[in-house]
């Protein structure tokens, strides 16, 4: 599938509706426009385009996904670099018993490599980060010294230097050419580091997607308004808002929109043309003002699937815009919306990025677990000292000031599904 205004991958629509139909009909009578979280999530990982690629100055690619390989352009070390501060000279001068040594010239670091003298008994003050003087086979820390005068030093006899003490040999970390970051690795300060000592000063990255959070509701108000009695100050979208941006993901757009269909439609289709990504919460279930699953139809974009067997966010729902658009609707209950973006949206965004599918982290749960019949569930945890997790002290789908007792929540599979109740299941920490 292609970004916005690009055509639509008619074997990815192929793939969709087969999928929908066979689990509907293995279905029978049992929600069968319900699937499974895991369906779900395996459907929405097939969805989104890979993210187009632009070149990005190294200091500002730092949480972007590198498209293009880096390969050192030397050898790294590029010399046989000194390790401690000290001083070079010859292992064989020590074996046959020399102690004290005529000190022939100094090498700082980021100074030209100088050469050993060939009088037996001579060395060279170097330091860290300084190139070994040739002739030069190891390194004798000043911590070893046990006496010195203008022009020579003693070491101690417990000192005993071998060839290649203290000296990193050049092109033992890599050979000139060898690649050193592989594409689809997310850039941290390992990465960024490893990039510049390479010489790259531009990297191929993937384009961050145009991403736009729209929360929906009559009963909404600015957060700097003070609230009637029927009416609620808007938080999700400030969450979710929050979260993708601490995730790598800054969203273009933040907003609310109506429930009117007519006030909605015409917002909606604009954001569909300028965005690659459509998170939605609110007006997604079966009410009589939840429009979002009509509306969205009628604009051509395709359902993927609505209605997932987990708990929170039973009513969440993705679909397809005509241009390979990924719209995310989820609940507009607080706990479910943030529920949904962590294990919905962020592994879908990180596949459209170029990242590799990532196995979630495992933690063990205590016998509190409490797994639910048919249905999969984001349970809020507390970890502990001992890296094991134990429910949080939270309340509903509503409860978004109980999450703050939370440091993540852990994916329990349906009652009857779970092989031992101790043990590890998938954790997923709030951004």
Same mark, same amino acid.
């Given at each position: 599938m292609a970004g916005v205004g690009g055509k639509v991958n008619r074997q990815a629509w192929s793939f969709i509706d087969d999928a929908n139909l066979a689990w509907r009909a293995?279905?029978?009578?049992?929600?069968? =426009?319900?699937?499974?979280?895991?369906?779900?999530?395996?459907?929405?990982?097939?969805?989104?385009?890979?993210?187009?690629?632009? @070149?990005c100055?190294?200091?500002?690619?730092?949480?972007?996904?590198?498209?293009?390989?880096?390969?050192?352009?030397?050898?790294?070390?590029? &010399?046989?670099?000194?390790?401690?501060?000290?001083?070079?000279? @010859?292992?064989?001068?020590?074996? *046959?018993?020399?102690?004290?040594f005529r000190v022939t010239d100094s090498a700082p670091a980021g100074r030209a490599a100088v050469s050993l003298s060939a009088e037996i008994g001579t060395c060279v003050e170097v330091m860290t980060g300084a190139p070994c003087p040739s002739g030069a086979d190891c390194i004798v820390p000043v911590e070893e010294v046990i006496g010195s005068d203008p022009g020579s030093v003693k070491f101690a006899e417990s000192a005993a230097p071998v060839a290649g003490r203290f000296i990193h040999r050049a092109g033992s970390d890599a050979a000139a050419g060898q690649i050193l970051l592989e594409s689809g690795v997310l850039l941290g300060s @390992?990465?960024?580091?490893?990039?510049?000592?390479?010489?790259?000063?531009?990297?191929? *990255?993937?384009?961050?997607?145009?991403?736009?959070?729209?929360?929906?509701?009559?009963?909404? *108000?600015?957060?700097?308004?003070?609230?009637?009695?029927?009416?609620? @100050?808007?938080?999700?979208?400030?969450? =979710?808002?929050?979260? =993708?941006?601490? #995730?790598? &993901?800054?969203?273009r757009r *933040?907003?609310?929109l109506s429930d009117e269909v007519s006030a909605a439609r015409p917002v909606i289709e604009e954001l569909l043309a300028t965005h690659d990504w459509l998170v939605l919460t609110g007006a997604v279930s079966k009410g009589a003002r939840d429009f979002v699953p009509t509306l969205l139809a009628e604009l051509g974009c395709r359902e993927v699937f609505h209605g997932v067997a987990q708990r929170p966010g039973k009513p969440a729902g993705c679909w397809l815009g005509p241009g390979g658009q990924v719209v995310m609707a989820l609940p507009g209950n607080p706990v479910s919306a943030l529920t949904g973006l962590h294990a919905f949206v962020f592994p879908a965004l990180a596949v459209a990025s170029g990242l590799p599918r990532l196995s979630a982290r495992r933690v063990v749960m205590d016998d509190r677990a409490m797994p639910l019949p048919g249905f999969t569930r984001h349970l809020?945890?507390?970890?502990? +000292?001992?890296?094991?997790?134990?429910? +949080? +002290?939270? #309340?509903?789908?509503?409860?978004?000031?109980?999450? =703050?007792?939370?440091d993540g929540f852990v994916t329990l599979p349906p009652r009857g599904e779970m092989s031992a109740i101790s043990a590890a299941f998938p954790f997923t920490p709030w951004l």
């Open positions: 293995s279905r029978g009578n049992e929600d069968p =426009l319900m699937v499974s979280f895991h369906e779900a999530l395996e459907l929405l990982l097939k969805c989104p385009p890979l993210m187009a690629a632009e @070149r100055r190294l200091e500002d690619a730092a949480g972007r996904v590198l498209r293009k390989s880096v390969a050192a352009d030397r050898a790294v070390p590029a &010399y046989d670099r000194v390790m401690m501060d000290g001083y070079a000279l @010859r292992s064989a001068d020590w074996q *046959v018993g020399r102690r004290s @390992r990465e960024i580091g490893v990039a510049a000592s390479c010489g790259a000063a531009w990297l191929e *990255v993937s384009r961050v997607p145009r991403i736009a959070v729209i929360a929906t509701g009559d009963k909404l *108000v600015a957060v700097d308004e003070f609230p009637a009695p029927h009416q609620i @100050r808007q938080s999700n979208a400030h969450s =979710l808002a929050a979260a =993708l941006k601490l #995730g790598g &993901y800054p969203p *933040v907003g609310v809020p945890v507390t970890l502990r +000292a001992d890296g094991r997790a134990e429910p +949080a +002290a939270t #309340g509903n789908s509503g409860d978004f000031i109980g999450l =703050l007792n939370s």
